[in-house]
């Protein structure tokens, strides 16, 4: 990681920071320090993994409704033929009617609270996968500062996490994103 972000500062800087002559301030650009780790893609393979696992369960969800909903729409079929023919409506096959659209609406409901509990989960994991990538990148500038004999201060060091608000219609993801490029900008300055 010290190589990528020594990189990304650029060699003539640490050179120039390192023999001493006068300070320097440099600043690093988290994000792209972010993009190009591989921490970074073993995250992001965890997410796809949640996200595949959300596919493969909303999939199950959806056959399972549209055979509820076939045999709805066949036994409704059935029943208005069969009152349409005798112009009586029987009590059992209207009783296994309400029984059969309660299922499909109980199972419906299950699905979307199921969506929307999935979906926040996946939300949550990766703004929290983001958070220790975020600090991951922290600890190294601090390593690489101290061994090039500068110190690393930032705008705010003062918050162990970045903070996000749950109840926002912004993803948290997005929230901590947003944050690490806006508001934490690591600088150097010589010892």
């Known amino acids: 990681m010290a190589g990528l972000i020594g990189a990304l500062i650029g060699p003539q800087a ?3 920071m390192q023999n001493g002559n006068a ?3 440099v600043t ?24 595949s696992q959300r596919k493969d369960i909303r999939d199950q969800f959806e056959t399972k409704l549209k055979g509820l909903d ?10 208005g033929e069969a009152a349409g023919e005798n112009g009586t409506v029987d009590e059992a096959a209207d009783a296994a009617l309400r029984k059969m659209r309660n299922d499909l609406v109980h199972h419906a409901l299950r699905f979307e609270s199921w ?3 999935a979906n926040e989960r996946i939300d949550h994991e990766a703004s929290l996968l983001m958070r220790d ?18 110190s690393l201060v930032l705008r705010d060091d003062s918050i162990d ?17 947003q944050a690490i ?10 010892i």
């Open 14 to 16: 640490i050179g120039f």
């Open 23 to 25: 300070p320097t301030a």
């Open 28 to 51: 690093v650009d988290i994000g792209q320090v972010m993009e190009n780790l591989n921490q970074r893609a073993d995250a992001m393979r965890r997410i796809e993994a949640l996200r």
């Open 70 to 79: 076939a045999e709805f729409t066949a036994a409704a079929k059935a029943a």
């Open 115 to 117: 969506m929307a509990y």
């Open 133 to 150: 990538l975020y600090r991951s990148v922290q600890a190294e500038l601090a390593v690489m500062a101290q061994a090039s004999g500068f």
């Open 161 to 177: 996490d970045i903070p996000v608000d749950r109840n926002s219609k912004v993803p948290q993801e997005m929230q901590v994103m």
């Open 181 to 190: 490029s806006s508001g934490f900008i690591p600088s150097f300055s010589q």
